[in-house]
């Protein structure tokens, strides 16, 4: 069993950054894949990264690629999603999600464990 808390939302200015962040917990937390998705009002959740249980290895969507970074501390069983350069259309809920799952599985499906959500509001 993994639980996870998001973290790190907030109000920010179109151009501006967020660090959001995913605190788990949970004997078996870094053996999973973790991933960051968001879902922005009237629309599906969507992918945005991910990262393997050891942090070598992450896979990005390609809208958020040069803007978005993801890391994780398996010493804080922590996962960090950086957001630089937030628009207007970054707006909506993010949440972290956990998986015992290849580590370029987009679809929301494949993971077991999700976060609460943190909002994220751009304003231009």
């Known amino acids: 069993q993994v639980q996870l808390v998001d973290s790190g939302g907030g109000l920010v200015q179109a151009g501006g950054s967020l660090r959001l962040s995913c605190a788990a917990s949970g004997r078996t937390f870094s053996s999973y894949t973790i991933g960051w998705f968001r879902q922005a009002p009237g629309k599906e959740r969507v992918f945005l990264a991910a990262i393997s249980w050891s942090g070598g290895m992450s896979y990005y969507a390609g809208s958020v690629k040069d803007r978005f970074t993801i890391s994780r501390d398996n010493a804080k069983n922590t996962v960090y999603l950086q957001m630089n350069s937030l628009k207007p259309e970054d707006t909506a809920v993010y949440y972290c999600?956990?998986?015992?799952?290849?580590?370029?599985?987009?679809?929301?499906?494949?993971?077991?464990?999700w976060g609460q959500g943190t909002q994220v509001t751009v304003s231009s």
């Open positions: 999600a956990a998986g015992l799952i290849e580590i370029g599985t987009t679809s929301q499906y494949e993971y077991d464990y």
